[in-house]
């Protein structure tokens, strides 16, 4: 039955709501600080506590002092007076400055936040490690993995700069109720023009300031394009073409079009802003300006003391100021938590796999793969990579997979070792549908090389060995010699303990192509599974050293059960039987030597890439 594919369109996805609520957001970041950091919610609750008493203790101070200046005094109580509000507002700010205010490196607070963002980034780390290889290829995820690392990458992102809104936010709703009690116990009217008026300037100010948001694909595809090209003239993969082909010049333009383009944006952002701080500050003018007319109203009518106007008249000003931050704090909150919900849905992605659980994988010599009428096709793609194949390879059998490019080689192999399922039909180890196994437990019957590789930038032995702990050096060194490379390792500043790479280290190396097929030829030699997989292992090696690798291969894995995929038809005449496919099906089958009597597409092939081997009467490959 055919599996429903998780690939969802830019513009479709861009429609979705999120999927978890502002609710479910800030109870993930509760949940994630009680089990990694519980100091984290235990000081935003002192920290919007000691706010408070700051915000409060200051708009009492110059109101009483003055209160107590009109009424005359003495003078014990005065310093009395002024000594407790200047006293609390100092506490309470040095514990606001001790605990950290913002959001920055600085403060107690800011440090166990900023170890609780590094416990959800390994969480991260640890979900795209471990994953099912078929959501890698799911680009929904892919976008969901690079919203989830967006969430982590600073001390202002989601992770951590949440904390800093929700503790605005608390001391808002506070404060802003306080002073709401406080204008309308004295004039209902100051209340409700005051109100009015903050409400204007929010809806004002949340439309211009969200003139990016309304812009992001545009200015997300701005700012790509412009490091892309900044980027680009230093990456050493396109360096030769750059200088060969003549491409400054090129690149030159494409980078002064980006940088002209970025900073028309830039210029209707600065316009756009520039609008909306006119607006705010004209609606401000009004606010005040009206809430002072009736204050002054009153005092004339002289049912306020001076004293009196100065306290409401702050109360006033920090009225207007709590509404802002309060709803100002809302609109970050949500979005952050439309941050975090992507962060949540990469967690909490559905794995197909199974890990952990299932049955034991049967422990055995050597195994049978067979495949069943197994179909596949990738995300988004129309046709069938794979159509209705049925494939055994039998215990100890060295089966070649070979075909023209699109064939679907690569894909089969990763539908036998686990790290596809197919959309119809079933994968058998031994006889058991392997999506019954722990797939991490089927993985360790697999000693593989792709195609496709990355090294990490760790030492020579530890790239072997894949591992930094416990490594067995001889074992690495005999290995590295069965690969042909030892000459190579020998020769490198620090032998085995050579870095590799200069994305971490100073002083690593760059091998070439065909020194780090070896390399990684002798880590499969090291893993030593029970089945060997080589998918075009050798294909930046010559032919003659491509032919005498796979001989060894010959060799060192008898008895095991073996697949080697090869553009090179002759580097499989060692291999039991030979499978030519042809858009997804076996097109024909045996050995070499069947194959070239047979006549068919395969023998055709050899017989074109014979000729570019041939010299002085002799091949290059396939021959002894």
Request: charged share 20%; glycine share 8%.
């Amino acid at each position: 039955m055919s599996k429903k594919r998780n690939n969802v369109p830019g513009e479709e996805r861009q429609k979705e709501k999120p999927q978890y609520g502002m609710a479910r957001c800030v109870g993930f970041m509760f949940s994630r600080a009680m089990r990694y950091r519980k100091e984290v919610p235990i000081l935003l609750f002192f920290q919007i506590a000691f706010n408070i008493s700051s915000g409060i203790f200051g708009f009492y101070l110059s109101p009483m002092i003055l209160a107590r200046l009109e009424a005359r005094s003495p003078l014990n109580e005065l310093l009395l007076t002024a000594g407790f509000l200047i006293g609390g507002c100092f506490l309470s700010d040095a514990a606001v400055s001790v605990l950290g205010n913002g959001m920055g490196r600085w403060g107690i607070k800011a440090a166990y936040q900023g170890e609780l963002r590094s416990h959800i980034l390994q969480e991260i780390c640890n979900k795209s490690a471990d994953t099912s290889y078929c959501n890698c290829l799911d680009t929904r995820w892919q976008r969901l993995a690079k919203r989830a690392r967006n969430c982590c990458n600073s001390n202002s992102s989601a992770c951590e700069g949440i904390w800093h809104t929700l503790q605005n936010l608390g001391v808002g709703i506070f404060l802003f109720c306080f002073f709401t009690a406080m204008l309308t116990h004295i004039h209902p009217l100051i209340f409700g023009v005051t109100a009015a008026f903050c409400l204007l300037d929010f809806i004002v100010s949340s439309y211009v300031y969200r003139y990016n948001y309304r812009h992001r694909e545009e200015l997300s595809h701005l700012d790509r394009q412009t490091w892309y090209l900044l980027e680009l003239p230093r990456d050493l993969s396109v360096a030769k073409d750059i200088r060969l082909f003549g491409l400054e010049s090129w690149i030159r333009r494409l980078t002064d079009k980006a940088f002209l383009a970025r900073q028309a944006y830039g210029k209707r952002e600065h316009t756009f802003y520039l609008i909306g701080t006119f607006s705010s500050t004209v609606l401000e003018f009004l606010r005040t300006g009206a809430a002072c007319l009736i204050l002054l109203r009153m005092c004339l009518d002289r049912s306020l003391s001076a004293a009196e106007f100065m306290l409401y008249f702050s109360a006033v000003s920090s009225f207007n100021g709590q509404l802002s931050g309060v709803l100002n704090s809302m609109l970050e909150l949500r979005n952050y938590c439309l941050e975090l919900s992507s962060l949540m849905e990469f967690l909490f992605y559905r794995e197909p796999f199974r890990f952990g659980g299932g049955i034991p994988v049967p422990e055995d010599d050597t195994y049978e793969i067979r495949l069943e009428q197994v179909s596949y096709t990738y995300p988004g793609a129309e046709k069938k990579t794979i159509d209705g194949l049925s494939l055994t390879v039998g215990k100890g059998e060295k089966v070649a997979v070979v075909g023209l490019n699109g064939a679907g080689k690569t894909t089969l192999v990763k539908l036998m070792t686990g790290l596809l399922d197919p959309d119809e039909g079933r994968v058998l180890c031994n006889g058991i549908d392997i999506r019954e196994f722990d797939r991490k437990e089927y993985y360790r019957l697999f000693s593989a090389v792709f195609q496709a590789y990355n090294l990490f930038d760790i030492t020579v032995a530890e790239t072997v060995a894949q591992s930094a702990q416990n490594v067995d050096r001889e074992r690495v060194r005999d290995c590295i010699e069965k690969a042909g490379l030892t000459k190579t390792v020998e020769e490198l500043p620090a032998g085995l303990d050579t870095h590799l790479g200069r994305s971490v280290y100073l002083d690593g190396v760059l091998l070439s192509g065909g020194q780090y097929q070896k390399l990684l030829l002798a880590r499969a030699l090291y893993k030593n599974g029970a089945v060997l997989v080589l998918d075009e292992p050798t294909s930046a090696l010559d032919p003659l050293a491509e032919s005498d690798l796979y001989h060894k291969y010959h060799e060192m894995t008898a008895g095991k059960t073996s697949v080697f995929i090869s553009h090179r038809l002759a580097s499989t005449r060692f291999c039991d039987r030979v499978l030519y496919l042809e858009k997804g099906k076996i097109a024909e089958e045996g050995t070499h030597e069947l194959l070239v009597a047979k006549g068919g597409k395969y023998a055709h092939i050899f017989e074109i890439q014979s000729r570019y081997y041939q010299e002085g009467g002799e091949f290059y490959a396939g021959q002894n």
